[in-house]
């Protein structure tokens, strides 16, 4: 017997991270200083491995409630409301696999067959292909004309253009990745006011929360408790990436539905790496503040580095990356650009274009490297523009 197809469609249209396998080929680079991935250059906070580890001498090492252990559920919700002003219930969140797991849980809660996603780029591209993979479409939205904020006028006139297209969420991610830029207080309250007369989804990644400069953070779930999905973890506040330890945030019935799609993705959270996240919750409120001090420094060196070099530099005012406009001399295209700085100066960068609309003619760096990476790398890519 001949299978009709032999795979999922929507699994065979979507392509492996072009982010991830330019990561993996400049590494056989002798040399390369690679600014390539958002992962703290720091180490977990000490007293978050002590819990894990005697978690383990615990024998903590069976299943777990699908939405996590109720101690962390409730210490969680004490952490964000405290810090973001919000009004959680412990039944309002469930433990993730990393804020990743979290993303694709509340799209295929909320998704159906030809369902529409708004996605402002540029943006990491994780949001297309989960809701491609649940039967959804995405129109981008190019906010690279209004300093990489979406505004109230251009989500008014893309739901317009889309009247056809039955909108079920729109994506938020502040700070972003790949730009570093926030919003403001005021800017989420202009966008709350259409978001709130369109009924619709929104799903906020807000897991670069804590480390905003300017201001504090707010988060739209302060406004829209009724139509926000949070999405946080711990990944990077914590630096945290290989424990996997994300959050899912929602009212009521969105978390009674998201807890099956959470159970059938994953069963439930690692338990052990529950007793380091309680830690982490309970007493690590203030663990992100060195790192973020550090991260201040390192933003401030390379903006100063590279206008003097010729790039111009989105506004960062969090996470851990900076948008740079290529210098005109070498044209628009940014994977010819990241391919030849790496070969020739052996330094690694992403290129713009792997962000979507308005990415074009960009390079992302990561800052989440030490400063003496940072400046060995600056050097090398004054001496290749100055060179061309």
């Not at 065979?12 to 680079?29: N, P």
């Not at 491609?132 to 479409?137: K, M």
């Not at 005012?317 to 948008?323: E, I, N, P, R, T």
């Not at 490297?369 to 004054?382: F, G, H």
Request: aromatic content about 10%; charged content about 20%.
């Amino acid at each position: 017997m001949t299978l009709e197809h032999k795979f999922n469609r929507q699994v065979e249209q979507v392509a492996v991270s072009d982010i991830r396998q330019f990561d993996i080929d400049v590494s056989e680079i002798p040399g390369i200083i690679k600014l390539t991935l958002g992962e703290p250059d720091f180490n977990t906070p000490e007293h978050v491995k002590q819990a894990a580890i005697q978690a383990i001498n615990d024998n903590q090492s069976h299943y777990t409630p699908n939405p996590g252990i109720p101690a962390l559920r409730e210490a969680t919700v004490k952490y964000f409301n405290s810090k973001y002003h919000l009004n959680y219930e412990p039944d309002q969140v469930i433990t993730t696999i990393g804020a990743t797991e979290g993303i694709a849980t509340a799209l295929q809660t909320i998704l159906n067959p030809g369902d529409t996603v708004l996605v402002p780029t540029p943006v990491f591209p994780i949001y297309l292909p989960i809701t491609e993979i649940n039967h959804g479409q995405c129109v981008t939205i190019d906010t690279s004309q209004d300093n990489f904020v979406l505004t109230p006028e251009k989500l008014k006139a893309t739901i317009a253009a889309n009247k056809e297209k039955n909108i079920k969420a729109l994506v938020l991610v502040y700070p972003s990745n790949p730009t570093g830029v926030t919003y403001s207080r005021q800017q989420l309250q202009d966008l709350a006011q259409v978001i709130r007369e369109s009924g619709m989804w929104v799903l906020c990644d807000e897991v670069y929360a804590e480390l905003t400069y300017s201001d504090e953070h707010t988060s739209l779930a302060e406004f829209l408790p009724d139509q926000v999905l949070l999405v946080s973890g711990l990944s990077k506040s914590h630096a945290m990436t290989g424990w996997r330890v994300g959050f899912l945030f929602g009212p009521e019935d969105f978390i009674e539905q998201a807890i099956k799609a959470h159970q059938y993705l994953v069963t439930a959270p690692t338990n052990n790496v529950q007793f380091a996240a309680l830690a982490a919750v309970t007493n690590g409120q203030e663990d992100s503040l060195p790192m973020k001090a550090e991260y201040l420094k390192r933003r401030e060196y390379l903006c100063r580095e590279l206008a003097a070099s010729g790039f111009e530099v989105a506004s960062p005012d969090g996470a851990f990356y900076l948008f740079a406009k290529i210098p005109a001399k070498f044209g628009t295209d940014s994977w010819q650009f990241v391919r030849a700085l790496a070969k020739d100066a052996h330094v690694a960068l992403i290129p713009g274009a792997s962000f979507g609309p308005g990415g074009e003619g960009y390079v992302r760096l990561s800052y989440a490297a030490s400063m003496e990476d940072l400046e060995t790398a600056v050097q090398r890519i004054k001496e290749y523009v100055n060179q061309k």
